[in-house]
């Protein structure tokens, strides 16, 4: 409102101010001069044309001043939301980079032979044998847009301590496996240990 009673006294007092410039300009004396010879009649209409010109003119350049700003004050609410929409998406964007950094492994892994061929890998590393592992479960499931997990069961048997620490850490470390569940046990035989490791490796479905 304040804004608006601002914008309506300037404009009045613009155009009272063209209007006192018209009325010492030589143009309106010879205006005047036409206007004095017409009957009483005339003058009345003429005057009355004048006064209304007088009110509907602010009236008119308020109403452009208040469409104009309208306008604007849309185009400004419309350009905040696009930068927000990207601020946020930025951040989105970044907060998702991060999680992806933390739980994508260094590899697609996503059938059981893949799988079999990294904890190959890791077995001779760790110089343990095949036969002493044994890959069950497989599956894979797409749990977002583009994010893919696979899930599998790793049977395993006559590991020793060490070599079952050292397995979860290249699992873990190098392959950034996740892994929910860990079930070992001792076989009273061998004095060897023996169980399941439950993993999720999570994958780029693009």
Same mark, same amino acid.
Request: a positive charge; proline letters at 2%.
């Given at each position: 409102?304040?804004?608006?009673?601002?914008?309506?006294?300037?404009?009045?007092?613009?155009?009272?101010?063209?209007?006192?410039?018209?009325?010492?300009?030589?143009?309106?004396?010879?205006?005047?001069?036409?206007?004095?010879?017409?009957?009483?009649?005339?003058?009345?209409?003429?005057?009355?044309?004048?006064?209304?010109?007088?009110?509907?003119?602010?009236?008119?350049?308020?109403?452009?001043?208040?469409?104009?700003?309208?306008?604007?004050?849309?185009?400004?609410? !419309? %350009?905040? &939301?696009?930068?927000?929409?990207?601020?946020?998406?930025? /951040? *989105?964007? +970044?907060?998702?980079? #991060?999680? =992806?950094?933390?739980?994508?492994?260094?590899?697609?892994?996503?059938?059981?032979?893949?799988?079999?061929?990294?904890?190959?890998?890791?077995?001779?590393?760790?110089?343990?044998?095949?036969?002493?592992?044994?890959?069950?479960?497989?599956?894979?499931?797409?749990?977002?847009?583009?994010?893919?997990?696979?899930?599998?069961?790793?049977?395993?048997?006559?590991?020793?301590?060490?070599?079952?620490?050292?397995?979860?850490?290249?699992? !873990? %470390?190098? &392959?950034?496996?996740?892994?929910?569940?860990?079930?070992? /046990? *001792?076989? +009273?035989?061998?004095? #060897?240990? =023996?169980?399941?490791?439950?993993?999720?490796?999570?994958?780029?479905?693009?």
């Amino acid at each position: 409102m304040d804004n608006s009673s601002s914008i309506s006294k300037k404009i009045d007092e613009f155009v009272f101010g063209q209007v006192d410039n018209f009325k010492n300009s030589s143009t309106y004396q010879q205006f005047i001069d036409q206007f004095s010879g017409l009957d009483d009649s005339a003058q009345k209409y003429i005057n009355h044309f004048f006064a209304i010109l007088v009110v509907l003119i602010p009236l008119i350049l308020i109403g452009i001043v208040e469409v104009q700003s309208y306008k604007m004050s849309k185009t400004l609410d !419309i %350009k905040r &939301e696009i930068y927000n929409s990207l601020g946020e998406t930025s /951040i *989105k964007s +970044k907060r998702l980079s #991060l999680i =992806e950094k933390r739980i994508l492994g260094p590899r697609k892994i996503t059938s059981q032979n893949e799988l079999q061929s990294i904890l190959n890998q890791i077995i001779k590393a760790t110089r343990l044998k095949e036969d002493q592992i044994k890959i069950a479960g497989v599956k894979t499931t797409n749990i977002l847009k583009n994010l893919g997990r696979l899930d599998a069961t790793i049977k395993f048997n006559s590991f020793s301590t060490p070599n079952l620490t050292n397995f979860l850490r290249d699992l !873990i %470390k190098k &392959e950034k496996m996740v892994i929910p569940k860990l079930s070992v /046990i *001792k076989n +009273k035989t061998s004095e #060897l240990l =023996e169980g399941e490791i439950l993993i999720h490796h999570h994958y780029r479905l693009k």
